[in-house]
């Protein structure tokens, strides 16, 4: 074979080996793909994205290379023209060097497709994304393994399928790389996610919303922090869908995401914690609904200028997986399983006089949850902790496995850095906009009614509960009396400062 003098230069050499290198790096994971039928997209965009780039790439060279040799070339026309140096197979010493050389290659290649291909997957798991950078990662990684979501990969939420943001994941990656190294990152990581993949690209893929939701019952337990760590239960009918699952989205709290309603808000500093700006548009009739809070007024040029965002699944399931527990819930339900036994007086007040206060570090918080519950047995309550110190060595056990799985000092996260937009006890959640304070021009509110959202078919003291009809619902009763003051507060003024 003989190649034009013009190719004789390192651009096209180089460019050539990086042409048939990745040329035959796409056969053989070509080749693997169809052997394994591992028919993913994901090795798919290795096979006919990234490589044909690469080679490409090569292509390009060479070309590039051979019309700067071939301009050299023709003006030093006069001048000895370099040649390369000749390789003769009949020389003993070239046929050696030939051999080790080819056998490299493959071993080469053989290695880089294997290697390209393993590292793509690593790049994709769980154990890449929360524990790689273990300190940054730690509370999601934690947080998610004891969500509903811990069999559901990192990057299905945060990634999704296809080639673009595959691509735009792994650039804000290295970005994320080169902030982990120089510990210019955020404690805690900022929350919302702006660049986050719409829910209609990645939740959709398994909860799509043709596959609706009738109500559900839902019952909550709690212990209240009297001496004998009461317990009080609300069972409450969510209307998560229409009484009927087939009337789909027409009523119920997935109405949000009927597909002829289209709501918008503004939030202050893009935060969506609070709503200052509420639009409703009924995309069937066209009909638009202004909603305003006059405790925040904003005026037109504002809207005009601020990013309105559309409601979809996130801003109300924005925890979906990671979700950190308040002390009170965690504890709650510590206490229900019975890993922190009811019979220990005050446990509840004394753990919530606790949990609360900010820690430097997790050690550190260990030993002083111990230390401070075991020391409020032995001095307050006489000799009560010499007889029942299993029972309180075990509570005590329970409760730090509860912290540590909720609270995280060195990320400096909390459940209140990030509270979760379902529900309204300890967070505005749904009452940011049902707050009966947003009202539109013809006098409508975005309604706090109780009934709206949920019925109340239960709530008391086990043994002096009282039970209604499915259909019929009981006015709420505060566990403890504050007299009729949820009525006009939200219960997030009291809740998120109650401990
Ligand atoms: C079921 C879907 C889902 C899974 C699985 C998931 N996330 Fe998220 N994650 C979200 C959503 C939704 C947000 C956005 C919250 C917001 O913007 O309000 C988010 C936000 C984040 C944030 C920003 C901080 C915050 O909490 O708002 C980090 C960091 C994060 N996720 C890391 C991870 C890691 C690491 C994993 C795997 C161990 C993971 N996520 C698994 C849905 C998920
Ligand atoms: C890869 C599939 C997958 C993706 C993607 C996914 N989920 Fe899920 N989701 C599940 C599975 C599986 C369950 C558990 C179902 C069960 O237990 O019945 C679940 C459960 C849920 C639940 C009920 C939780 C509970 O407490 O029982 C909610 C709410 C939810 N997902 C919301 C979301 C949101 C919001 C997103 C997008 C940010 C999302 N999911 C993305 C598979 C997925
Ligand atoms: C961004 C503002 C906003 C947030 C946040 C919000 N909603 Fe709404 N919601 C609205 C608006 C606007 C309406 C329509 C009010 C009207 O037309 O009277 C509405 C209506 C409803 C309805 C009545 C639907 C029907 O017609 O049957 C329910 C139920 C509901 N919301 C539940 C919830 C729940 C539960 C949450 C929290 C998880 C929530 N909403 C969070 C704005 C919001
Ligand atoms: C207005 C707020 C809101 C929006 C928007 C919203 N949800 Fe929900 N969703 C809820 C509430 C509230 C519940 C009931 C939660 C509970 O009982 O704890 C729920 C329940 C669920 C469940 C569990 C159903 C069950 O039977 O247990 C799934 C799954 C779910 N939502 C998925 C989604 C997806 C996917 C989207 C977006 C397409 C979405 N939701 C949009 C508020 C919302
Ligand atoms: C806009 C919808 C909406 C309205 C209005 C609403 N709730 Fe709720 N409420 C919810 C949702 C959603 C949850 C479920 C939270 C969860 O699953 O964690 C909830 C939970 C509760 C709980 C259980 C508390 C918890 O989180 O453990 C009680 C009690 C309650 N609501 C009482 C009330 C009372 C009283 C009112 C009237 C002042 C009211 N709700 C109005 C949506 C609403
Ligand atoms: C004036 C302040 C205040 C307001 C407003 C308030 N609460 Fe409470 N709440 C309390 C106090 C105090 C307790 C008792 C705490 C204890 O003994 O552990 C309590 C306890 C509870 C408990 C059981 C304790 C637990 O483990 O979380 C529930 C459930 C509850 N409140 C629901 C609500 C709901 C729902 C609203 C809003 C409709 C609300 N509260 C509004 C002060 C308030």
Same mark, same amino acid.
């Given at each position: 074979?003989?190649?034009?003098?013009? /190719?004789?230069?390192?651009?096209?050499?180089?460019?050539?080996?990086?042409?048939?290198?990745?040329?035959?790096? *796409? &056969?053989?994971?070509?080749?693997?793909?169809?052997?394994?039928?591992?028919?993913?997209?994901?090795?798919?965009?290795?096979?006919?994205? *990234?490589?044909?780039?690469?080679?490409?790439?090569?292509?390009?060279?060479?070309?590039?290379?051979?019309? &700067?040799?071939?301009?050299?070339?023709?003006?030093?026309?006069?001048?000895?023209?370099?040649?390369?140096?000749?390789?003769?197979?009949?020389?003993?010493?070239?046929?050696?060097?030939?051999?080790?050389?080819?056998?490299?290659?493959?071993?080469?290649?053989?290695?880089?497709?294997?290697?390209?291909?393993?590292?793509?997957?690593?790049?994709?798991?769980?154990? $890449?994304?929360?524990?790689?950078?273990?300190?940054?990662?730690?509370?999601?990684?934690?947080?998610?393994?004891?969500?509903?979501?811990?069999?559901?990969?990192?990057?299905?939420?945060?990634? @999704?399928?296809?080639?673009?943001?595959?691509?735009?994941?792994?650039? /804000?990656?290295?970005?994320?790389?080169?902030?982990?190294?120089?510990?210019?990152?955020?404690?805690? &990581?900022?929350?919302?996610?702006?660049?986050?993949?719409?829910?209609?690209?990645?939740?959709?893929?398994?909860?799509?919303?043709?596959?609706?939701?009738?109500?559900?019952?839902?019952?909550?337990?709690?212990?209240?922090?009297?001496?004998?760590?009461?317990?009080?239960?609300?069972?409450?009918?969510?209307?998560?869908?229409?009484?009927?699952?087939?009337?789909?989205?027409?009523?119920?709290?997935?109405?949000?995401?009927?597909?002829?309603?289209?709501?918008?808000?503004? /939030?202050?500093?893009?935060?969506?914690?609070?709503?200052?700006?509420?639009?409703?548009?009924?995309?069937?009739?066209?009909?638009?609904?202004?909603?305003?809070?006059?405790?925040?007024?904003?005026?037109?040029?504002?809207?005009?200028?601020?990013?309105?965002?559309?409601?979809?699944?996130?801003?109300?399931?924005?925890?979906?997986?990671?979700?950190?527990?308040?002390?009170?819930?965690?504890?709650?339900?510590?206490?229900?399983?019975?890993?922190?036994?009811? #019979?220990?007086?005050?446990?509840?007040?004394?753990?919530?006089?606790?949990?609360?206060?900010?820690?430097?570090?997790?050690?550190?918080?260990?030993?002083?949850?111990?230390?401070?519950?075991?020391?409020?047995?032995?001095?307050?309550?006489?000799?009560?902790?010499?007889?029942?110190? #299993?029972?309180? #060595?075990? /509570?005590?056990?329970?409760?730090?496995?509860?912290?540590?799985?909720?609270?995280?000092?060195?990320?400096?996260?909390?459940?209140?850095?990030?509270?979760?937009? *379902?529900?309204?006890?300890?967070?505005? @959640?749904?009452?940011?906009?049902?707050?009966?304070? $947003?009202?539109?021009?013809?006098?409508?509110?975005?309604?706090?009614?109780?009934?709206?959202?949920?019925?109340?078919?239960?709530?008391?003291?086990?043994?002096?509960?009282? $039970?209604?009809?499915?259909?019929?619902?009981?006015?709420?009763?505060?566990?403890?009396? *504050?007299?009729?003051?949820?009525?006009?507060?939200?219960?997030?003024?009291?809740?998120?400062?109650?401990?």
């Amino acid at each position: 074979m003989k190649f034009p003098p013009s /190719s004789r230069n390192w651009i096209t050499i180089i460019g050539s080996l990086i042409a048939v290198l990745n040329f035959l790096l *796409i &056969i053989v994971l070509f080749i693997i793909s169809t052997i394994f039928n591992k028919s993913n997209t994901n090795l798919g965009l290795f096979i006919y994205i *990234i490589l044909p780039g690469f080679l490409l790439l090569g292509l390009i060279m060479i070309l590039l290379g051979m019309v &700067i040799s071939r301009r050299k070339l023709r003006k030093a026309s006069e001048e000895e023209k370099r040649q390369l140096p000749v390789i003769n197979l009949n020389n003993p010493r070239h046929r050696k060097a030939f051999i080790i050389f080819t056998i490299a290659t493959i071993i080469f290649l053989f290695l880089s497709t294997y290697g390209s291909f393993e590292a793509y997957h690593i790049t994709e798991s769980v154990e $890449f994304c929360g524990t790689l950078c273990h300190k940054v990662m730690e509370p999601e990684y934690t947080a998610y393994q004891n969500s509903p979501h811990a069999n559901v990969t990192c990057v299905e939420c945060h990634v @999704g399928s296809g080639a673009s943001w595959y691509v735009k994941s792994k650039i /804000s990656g290295l970005y994320q790389v080169y902030a982990t190294l120089t510990k210019t990152y955020p404690s805690p &990581i900022e929350t919302p996610l702006h660049d986050l993949r719409p829910a209609r690209e990645t939740c959709e893929r398994c909860h799509w919303p043709q596959k609706f939701y009738a109500r559900t019952l839902q019952s909550n337990r709690y212990y209240l922090a009297d001496s004998l760590n009461s317990e009080w239960d609300v069972m409450l009918q969510m209307k998560i869908g229409p009484e009927h699952s087939s009337l789909g989205f027409n009523e119920g709290i997935h109405w949000h995401i009927n597909p002829s309603v289209n709501i918008e808000y503004i /939030s202050e500093n893009d935060k969506r914690e609070i709503i200052t700006y509420v639009r409703y548009i009924n995309k069937e009739t066209g009909e638009v609904t202004v909603f305003r809070n006059p405790d925040y007024p904003v005026s037109d040029s504002l809207i005009g200028a601020a990013n309105s965002r559309t409601m979809d699944c996130i801003d109300c399931h924005n925890r979906p997986s990671h979700n950190y527990n308040s002390p009170s819930v965690y504890f709650n339900k510590a206490m229900l399983t019975g890993a922190i036994s009811k #019979d220990i007086p005050f446990m509840k007040k004394v753990a919530m006089g606790l949990l609360r206060n900010t820690f430097p570090d997790k050690d550190t918080a260990l030993t002083q949850i111990r230390e401070d519950i075991i020391s409020y047995y032995k001095s307050d309550v006489g000799d009560y902790y010499t007889k029942n110190s #299993d029972q309180i #060595d075990k /509570s005590v056990i329970a409760i730090q496995n509860a912290f540590s799985q909720n609270t995280f000092p060195r990320m400096k996260v909390t459940y209140d850095v990030y509270p979760d937009h *379902i529900g309204h006890l300890e967070s505005e @959640g749904c009452f940011r906009c049902h707050n009966d304070a $947003f009202i539109s021009e013809s006098g409508q509110k975005i309604t706090r009614d109780c009934n709206l959202c949920h019925t109340i078919v239960g709530q008391g003291k086990p043994g002096m509960m009282q $039970f209604t009809n499915i259909r019929d619902t009981f006015e709420f009763r505060h566990p403890v009396d *504050i007299g009729t003051i949820w009525k006009e507060s939200n219960c997030s003024e009291c809740h998120k400062y109650l401990y």
